[in-house]
Protein backbone atom coordinates (compact mmCIF):
# COMPACT_ATOMS: atom_id res chain seq x y z
CA UNK A 1 0.00 0.00 0.00
CA UNK A 2 1.43 3.34 -0.42
CA UNK A 3 -0.10 6.23 1.87
CA UNK A 4 -0.62 9.88 -0.94
CA UNK A 5 -2.84 12.56 0.30
CA UNK A 6 -4.54 10.94 3.30
CA UNK A 7 -5.96 8.45 1.22
CA UNK A 8 -4.54 5.08 0.99
CA UNK A 9 -4.02 3.89 -2.55
CA UNK A 10 -4.92 0.35 -3.37
CA UNK A 11 -2.51 -1.97 -4.45
CA UNK A 12 -3.01 -5.00 -6.43
CA UNK A 13 -6.10 -7.32 -5.47
CA UNK A 14 -6.55 -5.12 -2.32
CA UNK A 15 -9.45 -2.99 -1.19
CA UNK A 16 -10.94 0.25 -2.26
CA UNK A 17 -9.44 3.50 -0.90
CA UNK A 18 -10.43 4.36 2.65
CA UNK A 19 -13.43 6.76 3.01
CA UNK A 20 -13.94 10.52 3.77
CA UNK A 21 -14.18 11.32 7.18
CA UNK A 22 -14.55 14.98 8.87
CA UNK A 23 -10.99 15.75 8.50
CA UNK A 24 -10.63 15.40 5.26
CA UNK A 25 -13.01 18.03 4.53
CA UNK A 26 -13.22 22.12 4.92
CA UNK A 27 -14.69 22.81 8.15
CA UNK A 28 -17.22 25.99 6.69
CA UNK A 29 -18.46 22.91 3.84
CA UNK A 30 -18.93 20.37 6.61
CA UNK A 31 -20.69 22.65 8.94
CA UNK A 32 -22.94 24.01 6.94
CA UNK A 33 -24.18 20.61 5.23
CA UNK A 34 -24.23 19.19 8.35
CA UNK A 35 -26.68 21.77 9.57
CA UNK A 36 -28.95 21.32 7.06
CA UNK A 37 -28.77 17.41 8.10
CA UNK A 38 -30.26 18.54 11.71
CA UNK A 39 -32.95 20.76 10.56
CA UNK A 40 -34.05 18.33 8.33
CA UNK A 41 -34.75 15.60 10.60
CA UNK A 42 -35.89 17.64 12.82
CA UNK A 43 -35.02 15.62 16.03
CA UNK A 44 -33.07 18.78 17.35
CA UNK A 45 -35.61 21.20 19.49
CA UNK A 46 -34.93 24.67 19.45
CA UNK A 47 -35.51 26.43 22.76
CA UNK A 48 -38.24 29.16 22.75
CA UNK A 49 -35.37 31.79 23.76
CA UNK A 50 -33.25 31.09 20.69
CA UNK A 51 -34.21 34.47 18.90
CA UNK A 52 -33.28 36.50 21.80
CA UNK A 53 -30.59 35.08 22.71
CA UNK A 54 -27.30 36.80 22.76
CA UNK A 55 -24.78 33.90 21.99
CA UNK A 56 -21.84 35.71 23.81
CA UNK A 57 -21.42 38.36 26.58
CA UNK A 58 -19.82 40.23 23.39
CA UNK A 59 -22.25 40.46 21.63
CA UNK A 60 -24.31 43.49 21.26
CA UNK A 61 -27.67 41.87 19.34
CA UNK A 62 -28.89 38.47 18.66
CA UNK A 63 -27.70 36.49 15.65
CA UNK A 64 -29.71 37.64 12.80
CA UNK A 65 -29.51 33.85 10.76
CA UNK A 66 -32.47 32.45 11.71
CA UNK A 67 -30.68 28.58 11.37
CA UNK A 68 -27.88 30.05 14.17
CA UNK A 69 -28.64 26.90 16.74
CA UNK A 70 -28.51 24.69 13.62
CA UNK A 71 -25.14 25.73 12.51
CA UNK A 72 -23.72 25.79 16.25
CA UNK A 73 -24.62 22.61 17.22
CA UNK A 74 -23.13 21.14 13.71
CA UNK A 75 -19.91 23.36 14.52
CA UNK A 76 -20.04 21.54 18.93
CA UNK A 77 -20.50 18.64 16.76
CA UNK A 78 -17.25 18.71 14.88
CA UNK A 79 -15.12 19.83 17.50
CA UNK A 80 -15.96 17.15 19.69
CA UNK A 81 -15.25 14.73 17.10
CA UNK A 82 -11.76 16.31 16.42
CA UNK A 83 -11.21 16.78 20.11
CA UNK A 84 -12.90 14.00 22.60
CA UNK A 85 -13.11 15.27 26.49
CA UNK A 86 -14.76 19.04 25.12
CA UNK A 87 -16.56 20.48 27.24
CA UNK A 88 -18.72 23.82 28.04
CA UNK A 89 -15.61 25.66 29.20
CA UNK A 90 -14.13 24.85 25.95
CA UNK A 91 -16.75 26.03 24.14
CA UNK A 92 -17.19 29.12 25.78
CA UNK A 93 -13.83 30.15 24.75
CA UNK A 94 -13.95 28.49 21.58
CA UNK A 95 -16.55 30.78 20.55
CA UNK A 96 -15.92 33.78 22.24
CA UNK A 97 -14.64 36.63 21.03
CA UNK A 98 -13.09 40.36 21.45
CA UNK A 99 -15.00 42.69 23.56
CA UNK A 100 -15.24 46.17 21.88
CA UNK A 101 -14.44 48.90 24.55
CA UNK A 102 -13.90 52.26 23.05
CA UNK A 103 -10.52 53.79 23.18
CA UNK A 104 -9.72 51.72 26.14
CA UNK A 105 -7.70 47.88 24.59
CA UNK A 106 -9.64 45.06 23.63
CA UNK A 107 -10.38 41.88 25.95
CA UNK A 108 -11.16 38.78 24.81
CA UNK A 109 -15.06 37.69 26.19
CA UNK A 110 -16.58 34.23 26.39
CA UNK A 111 -19.85 32.88 24.64
CA UNK A 112 -22.63 31.68 26.20
CA UNK A 113 -22.53 28.68 28.67
CA UNK A 114 -25.66 27.73 28.25
CA UNK A 115 -26.19 27.66 24.69
CA UNK A 116 -23.17 25.40 24.23
CA UNK A 117 -24.84 23.72 27.57
CA UNK A 118 -27.95 23.15 25.76
CA UNK A 119 -26.70 22.14 22.29
CA UNK A 120 -24.54 19.17 24.25
CA UNK A 121 -27.52 18.02 25.97
CA UNK A 122 -29.62 17.46 22.36
CA UNK A 123 -26.39 16.09 20.95
CA UNK A 124 -26.43 13.96 23.27
CA UNK A 125 -30.23 12.92 23.19
CA UNK A 126 -29.74 11.98 19.38
CA UNK A 127 -26.56 9.77 20.63
CA UNK A 128 -24.11 11.96 18.53
CA UNK A 129 -21.95 12.68 21.66
CA UNK A 130 -21.67 11.13 24.87
CA UNK A 131 -20.09 12.12 28.46
CA UNK A 132 -16.73 11.26 29.19
CA UNK A 133 -16.84 9.14 32.90
CA UNK A 134 -15.03 10.93 35.51
CA UNK A 135 -16.28 14.54 34.10
CA UNK A 136 -13.88 14.99 31.36
CA UNK A 137 -16.07 16.46 28.97
CA UNK A 138 -17.58 14.70 26.02
CA UNK A 139 -16.88 12.28 22.92
CA UNK A 140 -18.27 11.55 20.13
CA UNK A 141 -20.27 7.73 20.15
CA UNK A 142 -19.49 5.61 17.22
CA UNK A 143 -23.25 6.26 15.85
CA UNK A 144 -22.27 9.63 15.99
CA UNK A 145 -18.73 8.98 13.99
CA UNK A 146 -20.75 6.87 11.55
CA UNK A 147 -23.33 10.12 11.48
CA UNK A 148 -20.25 12.91 10.69
CA UNK A 149 -18.38 10.82 8.48
CA UNK A 150 -21.60 10.19 6.70
CA UNK A 151 -21.88 13.54 5.63
CA UNK A 152 -18.30 14.18 5.37
CA UNK A 153 -18.24 11.52 2.71
CA UNK A 154 -21.03 13.21 0.79
CA UNK A 155 -19.21 16.63 0.49
CA UNK A 156 -16.13 14.87 -0.57
CA UNK A 157 -17.88 13.60 -3.05
CA UNK A 158 -18.72 17.14 -4.72
Known amino acids: RQERQGFLMAAEGESAPR ?7 ASH ?7 AHLKRIGKIE ?7 VKTATHKELAPYDPDWY ?16 SGVGGFKKAFGGRVMRGTRPE ?12 ILKEL ?4 IVEKV ?16 DSIAGQIGEK
Open 124 to 127: ETLK
Open 29 to 35: DFVIAYA
Open 70 to 85: YIRAAAIARRVYLRAG
Open 107 to 118: RFGKASGSVARH
Open 46 to 52: VPKWADL
Open 133 to 148: PGGKGRRVTPQGQRDL
Open 19 to 25: GVTVKDV
